[in-house]
């Protein structure tokens, strides 16, 4: 008969140390790769784009967009001939960019801009196509083409004991994927410039800080528990939104 670290002797397994330490370190991995997610929201998008959303659902959602440095410098060379017109960028270097990315394209005279996909690169042309749809509009000469990600980030899965809770996340609306396993809750909350906070995202260009709170749980029931319950951790930091506030 096995003796438990208690000193009382049990005849069923007993949760480790390891485990308890997996969930710590899981939840703290999983809350600083979130964070640095988060600390990209807004950067290099101009003012117009709504680079963050977010829904009090219990747990949230959080939406976040960024521009990658891609395309940095990258500018229309001529006006485009119509709302499905191929884009020339000559004169600037459009290497990393792919089919299937995402661009955002931004008139900066006319204040107006769009984010599209990308249907195809020639980089010996210095084209880019987008025949998945038309733009809302015709852009001229000299707007700025900005290589852009968005990420959703909520708590989901599992069957209805909510065994198999992960933080997922999901690409400009695609298919979610498991971005950390066996996270319980998400909640955030929002720290505003006027040095308020709330868990409603009410203003968000005014966003300085959001607070990160996350419930993790063992990868398996603790079966010393009488009803076979799962050891949890709580985890919390906070991180500043450093491409706000800026101007």
Partial sequence: MAVGRDGI?????????????????????????????????????????TTIEASNSDPDTLTIRYATPVLAGVVLDQDMGDEY??????????SGLYAGDWIYIYDE???????FMATGVDYHNNTISHDLGPLTRTYPAGSQLLAV???????????????????????FGGTPEVFAENIETLDFVYYYEDGTSSNQLTNPGQVRM??????????????????GEYRKRDFSLKVKLRNFGLE
């Fill in 9 to 49: 002797p049990r005849t069923h397994y007993e949760l480790s140390d390891f485990d308890v330490g997996h969930v710590r370190t899981g939840i703290r991995a999983a809350a600083e790769l979130l964070a640095e997610e988060i600390r990209k929201t807004g950067y290099m998008l101009p003012s117009i784009v």
């Fill in 85 to 94: 017109g191929i884009m020339s960028c000559t004169g600037n270097s459009i």
């Fill in 109 to 115: 005279n006319g204040g107006v801009g769009e984010a």
């Fill in 149 to 171: 990600e968005s990420y959703s980030f909520f708590v989901g899965g599992g069957g209805m004991d909510n065994s198999s809770q992960d933080l997922m996340m999901s690409h």
């Fill in 210 to 227: 959001i607070g990160i709170n996350v419930t993790a749980k063992s990868l398996r029931p603790d079966l010393n528990s009488p009803n």
